[in-house]
């Protein structure tokens, strides 16, 4: 595998690690203060901001086992 290739590699996955730690700290923030949704929100708005926040992670998941399919899928053996 070339370095430019694993350094892009590491990069995405420390930008994924960062960006699951970001949406992690604002969940937490959205947590512990009380907000109203706007517009025409059908559930109850705390349970709404926890389910978007988890949709959220989930993608990440996903971006993460890409990730990984990738890099199994183009290593030289």
């Known amino acids: ?3 430019s290739r694993q350094k892009a590699e590491s990069e995405v996955a420390g930008h994924l690690l960062g960006l699951r730690t970001a949406i992690q700290a604002l969940a937490e923030h959205h947590a512990s203060e009380p907000h109203e949704l706007s517009g025409h929100q ?5 349970q709404s ?3 978007s926040f988890e949709r959220l992670e989930a993608c990440v998941d996903e971006m993460q ?6 890099v199994e899928a183009t290593t030289d053996d």
């Open 1 to 3: 595998m070339s370095q």
């Open 42 to 46: 059908t559930v109850e708005s705390r």
């Open 49 to 51: 901001l926890l389910l």
């Open 65 to 70: 086992e890409i990730l990984a399919t990738i």
